[in-house]
């Protein structure tokens, strides 16, 4: 029988086939039983490599069957369409040229054979393959379809049932040869339900997994259409994401910026390219590119340094403050003759609205830099000078590269205020910080940790104001050029209020000069009776208010011009708000007139002393420090050493208690200035004699009633003249510091510089106490009346 070796193909009785033919070989033998009306027998080949295979390249077992239709194709190929009839056993090839020739045997009884073995395991199997099949046609629809099971459930036959399955179902080779070896049918038939298990289950899992791939790749794909969404409505919009890249990119290199900033800004821009839009980090990233781009790394603007212009300047803008002035120019001359000297930092220190934060605007003006201001009350994390990580949600650069940036140039004047009120706690020392950023030699490669790039300080102006000194950190202080401006007296108020509150504030509220009408009078009872302060802020804001008032008036036809003179001051301004020299002057017994010095100058300060049966208690109040405190128990000891001289009894202490209260118990008080103070009131509650009211008195008291000197005596002498105040007690030590005092409050005031405790009692007393007669024998007058004047006799114990 002409015979057809197959490659990688096996064919089943009953069954229709077929499959392109292209050896030469293989043609004829097909075209040999075509012409002569044969059947061919078609066996697999075991190696499909092999091209001219011989009786051991095929398996045993084969199908004979009929060739039903050739198709030639283009080439040498042809198309064949064979039906299998029977199994048969392949003998023998009796020929293998021009063709294979083979001699064969029936495998079964015929072509077709009878379903005999119907028996329960026959059926079993059927069943079981039916429903594998189904299975199998689910799983794989392309291979098998419904059609075909059709065909299978019409046939009772296991065997054709196991051939059907073969035939369509793809499987290996070697797993098709042992179905066609097969020869009894319902083994057949389990072996390809075996088959069939093992197949379905593999496509279970495949399709298992094809989920699994499928799923994942919708999540993808979904958000690749998002995106692509958001990328077309942004071009719509004008806001195309790609452009940005490229904006940003030609924006680095049009700013000509340093080297390592444009490298690292680069960088940084390639991030963002990265970045999915509308990413968290994508707007982190945007935003520090916003940043960067916008600090003047190069800026700076043309520094005019000039004495005269800057005389000019601070003269058009302040009256007074001549000391001030002089030390700004001097700083100024130093920079002209030294232009590259860098790192001086000025630090303005005084009360507040003294013209602090003028001055510094002035300098900027005169030295043509532009100004940021950097308020660093109650700053005490570092991150606030140095900014957070740029990981941080919500980052930003710290107050330094924020004012840097406002100002827009790498050289403007900074203005550090209240470097006093700096803190500092867990988070890090802000004054650390500071330090860094003022030092020369550092500030050059300043970090910020926003920025992460150095930018260069060197060129800024640091100006620091301050109330006081005493609580700049040492270092800071250190390193700056401390000025001081001092309060302003009435008349010097009155003299800035004339020449540029009042027309600031008239410019302010769209008033025309012509408009109101002060008189000095006016303005002087406006400082005295609304205002006491040692700057000027209030009495601007008073101003301000007087100038809304007659705003008002004007724009409501009530008069065309405004007269405002003493008298008719609370028309509008309403009632005043401080009666000066009513209750101060009185004389009364254990009330003193003490001075204090604080951060926002100069104060009045009142002791209350009382004397009470009780068991000798100091009692002290009025939130007092510990330096306070103790002052006062040096002064019960000194009073107690020298009671007989002060007329008091000797043991007054083992039957009176002294309460010593400052009022205004809510403000915290402390320092040894009150020492003076503290006793003549003691003094005073335990002899009963009145203390003059008209006198103030600042000093330290020692144990042996010695006075020492103490600071900010102009401070304090102009709030004693405020008060209406007419003799100050002051220690002989400081008597060189009246130098410093305005020549108007000196001229006011009398001043009684005292060394010893005895002589502020001989002047602060309304008379001398009288020494107990009985130890001192007799009413000796400690100090002689008339004295009252510096040189009180001062008795020995
Ligand atoms: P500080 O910074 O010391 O608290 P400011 O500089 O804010 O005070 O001053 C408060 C107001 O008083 C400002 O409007 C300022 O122009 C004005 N001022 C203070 N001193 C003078 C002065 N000597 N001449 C003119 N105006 C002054």
Same mark, same amino acid.
């Given at each position: 029988?002409?015979?057809?070796?197959?490659?990688?193909?096996?064919?089943?009785?009953?069954?229709?086939?077929?499959?392109?033919?292209?050896?030469?070989?293989?043609?004829?033998?097909?075209?040999?039983?075509?012409?002569?009306?044969?059947?061919?027998?078609?066996?697999?080949?075991?190696?499909?490599?092999?091209?001219?295979?011989?009786?051991?390249?095929?398996?045993?077992?084969?199908?004979?069957?009929?060739?039903?239709?050739?198709?030639?194709?283009?080439?040498?190929?042809?198309?064949?369409?064979?039906?299998?009839?029977?199994?048969?056993?392949?003998? !023998?090839?009796?020929?293998? #040229?021009?063709?294979? *020739?083979? %001699?064969? +045997?029936?495998? /079964?009884? @015929?072509?077709?054979?009878?379903?005999?073995?119907?028996?329960?395991?026959?059926?079993?199997?059927?069943?079981?393959?039916?429903?594998?099949?189904?299975?199998?046609?689910?799983?794989?629809?392309?291979?098998?379809?419904?059609?075909?099971?059709?065909?299978?459930?019409?046939?009772?036959?296991?065997?054709?049932?196991?051939?059907?399955?073969?035939?369509?179902?793809?499987?290996?080779?070697?797993?098709?040869?042992?179905?066609?070896?097969?020869?009894?049918?319902?083994?057949?038939?389990?072996?390809?339900?075996?088959?069939?298990?093992?197949?379905?289950?593999?496509?279970?899992?495949?399709?298992?997994?094809?989920?699994?791939?499928?799923?994942?790749?919708?999540?993808?794909?979904? !958000?690749?259409?998002?995106? #692509?969404?958001?990328? *077309?409505? %942004?071009? +719509?919009?004008? /806001?195309? @994401?790609?452009?940005?890249?490229?904006?940003?990119?030609?924006?680095?290199?049009?700013?000509?910026?340093?080297?390592?900033?444009?490298?690292?800004?680069?960088?940084?821009?390639?991030?963002?390219?990265?970045?999915?839009?509308?990413?968290?980090?994508?707007?982190?990233?945007?935003?520090?590119?916003?940043?960067?781009?916008?600090?003047?790394?190069?800026?700076?603007?043309?520094?005019?340094?000039?004495?005269?212009?800057?005389?000019?300047?601070?003269?058009?803008?302040?009256?007074?403050?001549?000391?001030?002035?002089?030390?700004?120019?001097?700083?100024?001359?130093?920079?002209?003759?030294?232009?590259?000297?860098?790192?001086?930092?000025?630090?303005?220190?005084?009360?507040?609205?003294?013209?602090?934060?003028?001055?510094?605007?002035? *300098?900027?003006?005169?030295?043509?830099?532009?100004?940021?201001?950097?308020?660093?009350?109650?700053?005490?994390?570092?991150?606030?000078?140095?900014?957070?990580?740029?990981?941080?949600?919500?980052?930003?650069?710290?107050?330094?590269?924020?004012?840097?940036?406002?100002?827009?140039?790498?050289?403007?004047?900074?203005?550090?205020?209240?470097?006093?009120?700096?803190?500092?706690?867990?988070?890090?020392?802000?004054?650390?910080?500071?330090?860094?950023?003022?030092?020369?030699?550092?500030?050059?490669?300043?970090?910020?940790?926003?920025?992460?790039?150095?930018?260069?300080?060197?060129?800024?102006?640091?100006?620091?104001?301050?109330?006081?000194?005493?609580?700049?950190?040492?270092?800071?202080?250190?390193?700056?050029?401390?000025?001081?401006?001092?309060?302003?007296?009435?008349?010097?108020?009155?003299?800035?209020?004339?020449?540029?509150?009042?027309?600031?504030?008239?410019?302010?509220?769209?008033?025309?000069?012509?408009?109101?009408?002060?008189?000095?009078?006016?303005?002087?009872?406006?400082?005295?009776?609304?205002?006491?302060?040692?700057?000027?802020?209030?009495?601007?804001?008073?101003?301000?208010?007087?100038?809304?008032?007659?705003?008002?008036?004007?724009?409501?036809?009530?008069?065309?011009?405004?007269?405002?003179?003493?008298?008719?001051?609370?028309?509008?301004?309403?009632?005043?708000?401080?009666?000066?020299?009513?209750?101060?002057?009185?004389?009364?017994?254990?009330?003193?007139?003490?001075?204090?010095?604080?951060?926002?100058?100069?104060?009045?300060?009142?002791?209350?002393?009382?004397?009470?049966?009780?068991?000798?208690?100091?009692?002290?109040?009025?939130?007092?420090?510990?330096?306070?405190?103790?002052?006062?128990?040096?002064?019960?000891?000194?009073?107690?050493?020298?009671?007989?001289?002060?007329?008091?009894?000797?043991?007054?202490?083992?039957?009176?208690?002294?309460?010593?209260?400052?009022?205004?118990?809510?403000?915290?008080?402390?320092?040894?200035?009150?020492?003076?103070?503290?006793?003549?009131?003691?003094?005073?509650?335990?002899?009963?004699?009145?203390?003059?009211?008209?006198?103030?008195?600042?000093?330290?008291?020692?144990?042996?009633?010695?006075?020492?000197?103490?600071?900010?005596?102009?401070?304090?002498?102009?709030?004693?003249?405020?008060?209406?105040?007419?003799?100050?007690?002051?220690?002989?030590?400081?008597?060189?510091?009246?130098?410093?005092?305005?020549?108007?409050?000196?001229?006011?005031?009398?001043?009684?510089?005292?060394?010893?405790?005895?002589?502020?009692?001989?002047?602060?007393?309304?008379?001398?106490?009288?020494?107990?007669?009985?130890?001192?024998?007799?009413?000796?007058?400690?100090?002689?009346?008339?004295?009252?004047?510096?040189?009180?006799?001062?008795?020995?114990?």
């Amino acid at each position: 029988m002409p015979t057809l070796a197959l490659r990688g193909l096996t064919i089943y009785p009953k069954m229709m086939v077929h499959f392109d033919v292209g050896r030469e070989a293989s043609i004829k033998a097909i075209e040999e039983a075509m012409s002569s009306n044969t059947s061919i027998f078609l066996v697999a080949q075991k190696d499909i490599r092999v091209e001219v295979p011989d009786r051991n390249h095929l398996f045993d077992i084969g199908t004979v069957s009929t060739v039903r239709q050739i198709l030639r194709l283009p080439g040498k190929t042809i198309r064949v369409m064979v039906e299998g009839e029977y199994r048969a056993r392949l003998h !023998d090839l009796v020929q293998t #040229e021009p063709y294979l *020739v083979a %001699q064969v +045997e029936p495998a /079964e009884h @015929g072509p077709a054979y009878e379903g005999k073995s119907n028996s329960l395991r026959a059926e079993a199997a059927i069943r079981q393959a039916y429903e594998l099949f189904d299975r199998y046609c689910e799983l794989s629809p392309k291979s098998a379809s419904a059609e075909m099971l059709m065909n299978i459930m019409s046939s009772e036959d296991p065997g054709y049932i196991a051939d059907f399955i073969a035939q369509n179902v793809s499987m290996r080779v070697l797993d098709k040869q042992s179905i066609l070896d097969e020869l009894r049918p319902v083994q057949r038939l389990n072996k390809i339900n075996r088959l069939l298990h093992r197949e379905v289950e593999i496509l279970e899992m495949e399709q298992n997994i094809q989920r699994r791939v499928q799923e994942n790749m919708t999540q993808n794909q979904k !958000d690749a259409f998002l995106r #692509e969404q958001v990328r *077309v409505i %942004q071009e +719509e919009l004008g /806001e195309d @994401g790609d452009n940005e890249i490229t904006a940003y990119r030609r924006q680095i290199m049009e700013a000509k910026l340093p080297e390592e900033v444009t490298n690292k800004l680069l960088k940084e821009v390639t991030h963002l390219e990265k970045q999915p839009f509308g990413s968290a980090e994508s707007s982190v990233l945007r935003n520090y590119l916003d940043v960067c781009l916008e600090l003047p790394w190069t800026k700076t603007s043309k520094e005019r340094v000039s004495v005269s212009a800057a005389r000019k300047i601070l003269d058009a803008d302040h009256y007074g403050l001549e000391k001030v002035k002089e030390r700004v120019l001097e700083f100024l001359a130093v920079k002209q003759l030294a232009p590259d000297l860098k790192g001086q930092i000025l630090c303005l220190v005084g009360p507040p609205g003294v013209g602090k934060t003028s001055i510094a605007m002035s *300098v900027a003006r005169a030295l043509n830099r532009k100004l940021a201001r950097i308020s660093l009350g109650g700053v005490h994390d570092e991150a606030d000078i140095r900014g957070h990580r740029k990981t941080y949600v919500g980052a930003m650069p710290g107050r330094i590269i924020n004012a840097i940036r406002q100002a827009g140039t790498k050289n403007p004047l900074l203005l550090l205020d209240e470097i006093d009120k700096l803190g500092s706690d867990l988070r890090g020392d802000p004054a650390a910080a500071l330090l860094e950023v003022l030092d020369s030699e550092q500030n050059s490669t300043f970090r910020d940790h926003f920025v992460e790039l150095p930018f260069d300080l060197s060129d800024v102006l640091f100006v620091t104001t301050a109330n006081t000194t005493s609580t700049i950190p040492r270092p800071l202080l250190d390193r700056m050029e401390v000025i001081e401006l001092s309060s302003y007296t009435d008349e010097e108020k009155l003299q800035i209020a004339k020449q540029h509150l009042l027309p600031k504030q008239l410019k302010r509220h769209g008033l025309k000069k012509s408009q109101v009408k002060l008189t000095d009078d006016a303005i002087r009872e406006l400082i005295v009776s609304y205002t006491r302060e040692s700057g000027v802020r209030v009495l601007e804001r008073e101003l301000g208010a007087l100038c809304r008032k007659v705003a008002m008036g004007i724009v409501s036809e009530e008069y065309k011009q405004a007269h405002v003179t003493g008298d008719n001051l609370e028309q509008f301004l309403g009632p005043r708000k401080f009666h000066p020299e009513k209750n101060g002057l009185e004389n009364q017994v254990g009330l003193v007139n003490g001075l204090a010095w604080t951060a926002v100058g100069g104060t009045l300060l009142e002791a209350e002393a009382n004397v009470i049966p009780g068991s000798g208690k100091v009692e002290l109040t009025g939130n007092l420090g510990n330096v306070m405190k103790e002052s006062a128990r040096a002064a019960f000891t000194y009073i107690r050493s020298r009671a007989v001289q002060l007329g008091i009894e000797a043991n007054f202490y083992k039957e009176k208690d002294i309460h010593v209260h400052f009022p205004e118990g809510a403000v915290p008080k402390d320092g040894p200035s009150a020492g003076v103070t503290i006793t003549t009131a003691m003094v005073s509650a335990l002899t009963g004699i009145p203390v003059r009211g008209d006198v103030a008195m600042t000093g330290e008291v020692t144990l042996r009633g010695r006075v020492l000197p103490i600071g900010g005596l102009r401070e304090k002498s102009m709030a004693a003249l405020r008060n209406g105040i007419h003799t100050v007690i002051i220690p002989k030590d400081n008597e060189p510091d009246l130098e410093e005092i305005d020549q108007t409050v000196r001229s006011a005031l009398q001043f009684i510089p005292v060394d010893h405790v005895d002589q502020v009692l001989a002047n602060a007393l309304e008379r001398p106490p009288l020494a107990q007669p009985d130890q001192a024998g007799g009413q000796v007058p400690v100090v002689s009346p008339e004295t009252g004047s510096t040189h009180a006799t001062i008795p020995q114990a």
